[in-house]
């Protein structure tokens, strides 16, 4: 009787059978009739279900949910633009940017195939001016001055400011890559244009002195990165609020740049 039953074990075992991973009444049928198929189905199973338990680590967020498209990019953003401010573009991997995300390599190339797509990414992510240009542009139609040199010292001067971008910008500049272009071109040169602009529109308009647009411009805009190197770079404690010390800025400047009256004479100057 036993040899029987062995031999009708061995003629199951050995015949081809469609088996699905989510039929487990089918496994547990054959455990009462051959402990030999039951221990393979059994193996089966739990091959599968290790299988989905990876995938499914692997593919969702801290809160139990499918993690998107979106939510990957996002985090291989944030990864990346951590590692470039810290270590500079030349200086970061792409297993380390994997690593950081807690991803796999190789889905950091499917998102994004170069660093440079995905140092795009990061401009394209952190350099919003647009809306700050809208304002500005909105404010100097009605040539209000003060506003539009405080509007444009507060977005880079405020609390909580991210020193991600200003990093980003030294590391490209001294590592000489084609990037520090890119970077230059959408986080400061816009600045100078719209500034010199207005500037150079307000000399016209007999308002301010007959200076250099582009240097006044270059000017005011450097006097706002030294403070930024200063606090957010070298770590040099603010003595005066954000507040306080836009609108410092902001007064000597436009003292210097706004046109005296004629016959206003400044002691110790030589007329031409």
């Known amino acids: 009787m036993k040899g029987k039953r062995l031999e009708h074990c061995f003629h199951i075992h050995h015949q081809p059978r469609p088996y699905?991973?989510?039929?487990?009444?089918?496994?547990?049928?054959?455990?009462?009739?051959c402990p030999l198929e039951s221990l393979h189905a059994r193996v089966r199973v739990s091959k599968h279900s290790l299988t989905?338990?990876?995938?499914?680590?692997?593919?969702?967020?801290g809160n139990g949910q499918r993690a998107s498209a979106r939510d990957r990019q996002a985090s291989l953003i944030v990864a990346a633009a951590s590692l470039f401010a810290g270590k500079g573009f030349n200086g970061t991997t792409t297993k380390e940017i994997a690593k950081a995300a807690g991803v796999s390599e190789a889905l950091v190339f499917k998102y994004f195939p170069t660093k440079r797509t995905l140092y795009a990414a990061i401009l394209a992510e952190k350099v919003t001016v647009n809306e700050l240009l809208?304002?500005?542009?909105?404010?100097?139609?009605?040539?209000?001055?003060?506003?539009?040199?405080?509007?444009?010292?507060?977005?880079r001067i405020r609390p909580g400011v991210d020193s991600t971008l200003l990093r980003l910008l030294l590391f490209s500049a001294l590592e000489g890559h084609e990037l520090s272009d890119m970077?230059?071109?959408?986080?400061?040169?816009?600045?100078?244009?719209?500034?010199?602009?207005?500037?150079?529109?307000?000399?016209e308009?007999?308002?301010?002195?007959?200076?250099?647009?582009?240097?006044?411009?270059r000017?005011?805009?450097?006097?706002?990165?030294?403070?930024r190197l200063l606090h957010e770079i070298f770590g040099v404690p603010m003595h005066q609020s954000h507040e306080d010390t836009v609108a410092t800025y902001v007064d000597l400047f436009l003292t210097g740049l706004i046109k005296t009256p004629v016959d206003r004479k400044v002691p110790g100057r030589r007329s031409r």
């Not at 970077?183 to 000399?203: C, E, N, P, Q, S």
């Open 134 to 155: 809208d304002a500005v542009e909105a404010a100097a139609k009605t040539h209000d001055d003060h506003r539009v040199f405080t509007m444009i010292a507060s977005y």
């Open 20 to 33: 699905t991973p989510y039929q487990t009444s089918r496994v547990q049928l054959l455990s009462n009739a």
């Open 219 to 227: 000017a005011f805009i450097g006097m706002v990165v030294h403070h």
């Open 205 to 217: 308009d007999g308002a301010f002195r007959p200076v250099d647009p582009l240097l006044a411009a």
């Open 52 to 61: 989905m338990k990876k995938r499914t680590t692997q593919t969702t967020n």
């Open 183 to 203: 970077f230059f071109g959408k986080h400061h040169k816009v600045f100078y244009d719209h500034l010199a602009a207005y500037i150079r529109t307000r000399i």
